[in-house]
């Protein structure tokens, strides 16, 4: 979002904020020590993507949700890259004021507009999953039958082009500067996001996971549930509680809703941490919903990502537990192990 860009800007280069009386300073320890904590928690989740990425791509046999899972990886991997950036060049402002960075401003700018490019991917990409699997629930014939082959690929390509034209019409028709006016251009394009984001986005993402959970009930009851309901509904999860109170809260700073004194540059921090613990989270999920008692590194993370996407190999399991396919494919890992 563009006004990251400008809070970001001002907490580094000026160590106070817009919007906060001259008098209200921060402390530049707990600011350096804060950035450090983003960018740890960012690297974990660099390296849990990275795994994922490789694995997907170019271990485990590709399928229709590994296409989805695969560039969710990529986006989520998009996104902290820039994160650590961003991070790295705040502490290096904080630590030594007097280096030389070329151009921060535009280096912050730039990381932003990449930063929200890959978080808006991973919000569509999310919410792409979500209805697809419960297209399999509602109508398991047509969607064995019927569906194009290449619907995951086309509907991945369409999700990145929309991402590259929300996150450039929100940060350069609606720059730093522009944002922190509130002009009409801004309200509109703002208005625009917050229709996208919490009118349209966010309500199918929980509609689907409700979905998703009340055929969890129903399948636990008879066998285990299938372990990809169980990733969406998580990975779901884990963006409502991170990732939309910091747009709510972004929103009722644009609108000036929020006091005066509300205190900017720790909510810069926050909201980068939030959405850093959201991009980080999706692998460990799928690891660990697909965990299994075996040894080796190795074998461990390769095995938990088939035993999670396994299923739209060998038919699907609409409801019933787990397919005489899936127990027969767990036997056969098990032969092969």
């Not at 000026?14 to 707990?30: E, I």
């Not at 007097?98 to 912050?108: A, D, F, M, T, Y």
């Not at 730039?110 to 792409?128: C, K, Q, V």
């Not at 002009?183 to 917050?194: D, G, N, P, V």
Request: glycine share 6%.
């Amino acid at each position: 979002m563009a006004e990251f860009g400008n809070v970001s800007f001002n907490t580094t280069g000026a160590g106070k904020l817009n919007g906060t009386d001259n008098s209200q300073t921060y402390s530049m320890n707990s600011f350096i020590i804060a950035a450090s904590f983003v960018l740890i928690i960012s690297f974990l989740g660099m390296i849990g993507n990275s795994l994922v990425v490789w694995y997907l791509g170019f271990r485990i046999k590709r399928t229709k949700y590994t296409v989805y899972i695969l560039n969710l990886a990529v986006a989520d991997l998009i996104y902290l890259i820039c994160i650590s950036i961003t991070m790295c060049v705040t502490i290096v402002l904080f630590v030594h004021p007097g280096e030389k960075i070329s151009n921060p401003r535009n280096v912050l700018f730039g990381m932003e507009i990449f930063s929200d490019f890959g978080n808006a991917a991973d919000m569509f990409l999310l919410t792409a999953i979500s209805v697809e699997r419960c297209l399999s629930v509602f109508y398991p014939i047509w969607y064995r039958c019927n569906r194009p082959k290449l619907q995951s690929v086309v509907v991945c390509v369409f999700l990145w082009g929309l991402s590259g034209l929300v996150t450039l019409v929100d940060n350069l028709a609606c720059p730093p500067e522009t944002f922190s006016r509130g002009s009409e251009r801004c309200t509109a394009i703002q208005t625009f996001l917050s229709v996208l984001t919490f009118l349209i986005t966010i309500p199918i993402m929980i509609a689907s996971s409700v979905i998703l959970v009340i055929k969890i009930q129903r399948t636990s009851k008879r066998g285990q549930p299938p372990k990809l309901f169980v990733v969406i509904v998580a990975s779901v999860i884990v963006f409502l509680i991170s990732v939309a109170p910091v747009r709510v809260l972004w929103l009722l700073t644009y609108l000036k809703v929020l006091p005066s004194s509300f205190h900017a540059g720790a909510f810069f921090f926050v909201s980068y941490l939030c959405i850093s613990v959201n991009s980080s989270a999706n692998p460990f999920i799928y690891f660990l919903v697909g965990r299994h008692n075996m040894h080796g590194v190795r074998e461990y993370l390769e095995r938990a990502l088939k035993k999670v996407f396994r299923e739209d190999d060998g038919g699907e399991e609409e409801g019933d537990g787990m397919t005489k396919s899936n127990v027969e494919g767990d036997t056969t890992d098990s032969n092969i192990s």
